[in-house]
């Protein structure tokens, strides 16, 4: 298990990031500014840190500094900067990889597995995941779902809101929930938006459409027993 700390002083983008990363089965533990970083890289081991650039009493630069006096951990540094020079200097006191925000879940899960695979020298392919229902055989690491042995039609987003209602099949998700964890802290749409992907992906499952159930006033759930 691969064991991270997140280092920002927004908790919403802590919580959020805790609870998809725990949901893929990642440890993670958190810390509000840079000083409570660092004093927790001294009592516990961690695989890989994400860390703020701007935060209240220590910032994420000299965190860094830091953490690498006393171990070499791996860090992905996450900042509201874009700029050029911001970057180099991160990469210079030792930051492994650098994210802009608003940034994806997604996306910060990949660059995590890229990072402590490097770090130990290890390949970074995952392992094959695959769920089957029935005839509908929802294959997330081919991203390929088959409907009765024939390839289903699905758009990207498509794919991935199905994939997200696959891995939490049987719990009742919210449409917040879901703009969050498909659509990525960024997106400024509304719940519209999930009910129309879910009016189409359940016409392009056919036969299967109804494993997609409306939970009135809350949102939608995956069905394993459709």
Same mark, same amino acid.
């Given at each position: 298990?691969?064991?991270?700390?997140?280092?920002?002083?927004?908790?919403?983008?802590?919580?959020?990031?805790?609870?998809?990363?725990?949901?893929?089965?990642?440890?993670?533990?958190?810390?509000?500014?840079?000083?409570?970083?660092?004093?927790?890289?001294?009592?516990?081991?961690?695989?890989?840190?994400?860390?703020?650039?701007?935060?209240?009493?220590?910032? @994420?630069?000299?965190?860094? &500094?830091?953490?690498?006096?006393?171990?070499?951990?791996?860090?992905?540094?996450?900042?509201?900067?874009?700029?050029?020079?911001? &970057?180099?200097?991160?990469?210079?006191?030792?930051?492994?990889?650098?994210?802009?925000?608003?940034?994806?879940?997604?996306?910060?899960?990949?660059?995590?597995?890229?990072?402590?695979?490097?770090?130990?020298?290890?390949?970074?392919?995952?392992?094959?995941?695959?769920?089957?229902? @029935?005839?509908?055989?929802?294959?997330?690491?081919?991203?390929?779902?088959?409907?009765?042995? $024939?390839?289903?039609?699905?758009?990207? &987003?498509?794919?991935?809101?199905?994939?997200?209602?696959?891995? *939490?099949? *049987?719990?009742?998700?919210?449409?917040?929930?879901?703009?969050?964890?498909?659509?990525?802290?960024?997106?400024?749409?509304?719940?519209?938006?999930?009910?129309?992907? $879910?009016?189409?992906?359940?016409? *392009?499952?056919?036969?299967?459409?109804?494993?997609?159930?409306?939970?009135?006033? $809350?949102?939608?759930?995956?069905?394993?027993?459709?």
């Amino acid at each position: 298990m691969i064991r991270i700390l997140i280092a920002d002083d927004e908790e919403a983008i802590r919580s959020g990031f805790m609870d998809y990363a725990g949901f893929l089965g990642f440890e993670v533990t958190q810390a509000c500014d840079g000083m409570e970083a660092v004093a927790l890289c001294r009592e516990q081991n961690f695989d890989v840190i994400i860390m703020d650039v701007m935060m209240p009493r220590m910032d @994420g630069y000299i965190a860094v &500094k830091e953490i690498k006096k006393i171990k070499d951990i791996p860090v992905l540094m996450l900042s509201a900067r874009g700029e050029e020079y911001d &970057k180099l200097f991160g990469f210079e006191v030792g930051v492994d990889d650098y994210v802009t925000k608003p940034f994806s879940p997604k996306e910060v899960i990949a660059r995590i597995q890229v990072i402590v695979a490097r770090h130990s020298g290890t390949s970074a392919e995952p392992p094959h995941e695959v769920y089957t229902f @029935g005839g509908m055989v929802v294959d997330i690491t081919a991203r390929v779902v088959t409907l009765d042995g $024939v390839p289903a039609s699905l758009t990207p &987003k498509e794919y991935d809101l199905l994939f997200y209602l696959v891995r *939490n099949k *049987n719990i009742a998700l919210s449409r917040e929930k879901l703009l969050t964890h498909v659509w990525g802290f960024d997106f400024c749409g509304d719940d519209r938006t999930v009910d129309t992907h $879910v009016k189409t992906l359940r016409g *392009n499952l056919g036969c299967y459409k109804d494993c997609l159930v409306t939970l009135r006033g $809350v949102g939608y759930r995956f069905e394993d027993q459709c």
